[in-house]
């Protein structure tokens, strides 16, 4: 069973940054393709940014690419997103995700709020 647990949101004004975690549980944390969605009030969820199990590979969304930076630490099991020049448009709960033994598991969110 994969358990993650998001950490590191809040409300900050607009330009600054945010550092979100994702802690997760399992003994093949190394294993997991990991990633983050996050879904505004009276959005759909939206894929944000993705990394693959050793770091070496990563994905954005044209929407966050040149400000967010998406890592792990597998010595850690724990994933991180980095977002800078944060824009009222990144409102929204943020999730992440990780893909193991064919399924996907989902944390609980945390809230970003960006002031203007």
Not at 18 to 45: D, H, I, N, V
Not at 57 to 77: E, L, P
Request: charge should be positive; include cysteine.
């Amino acid at each position: 069973q994969v358990q993650l647990v998001e950490s590191g949101g809040g409300l900050v004004q607009a330009g600054g940054s945010l550092r979100l975690s994702c802690a997760a549980s399992g003994r093949t944390f190394s294993s997991y393709s990991m990633g983050w969605f996050r879904q505004a009030p009276g959005k759909e969820r939206e894929f944000v940014a993705a990394i693959n199990w050793s770091g070496g590979n990563t994905y954005y969304a044209d929407s966050v690419k040149g400000r967010s930076t998406i890592s792990r630490d597998n010595a850690k099991n724990t994933m991180y997103l980095q977002m800078n020049s944060l824009k009222p448009e990144d409102t929204g709960v943020y999730y992440c995700y990780a893909l193991s033994g064919g399924s996907d598991h989902w944390g609980q969110g945390t809230q970003v709020t960006v002031s203007s």
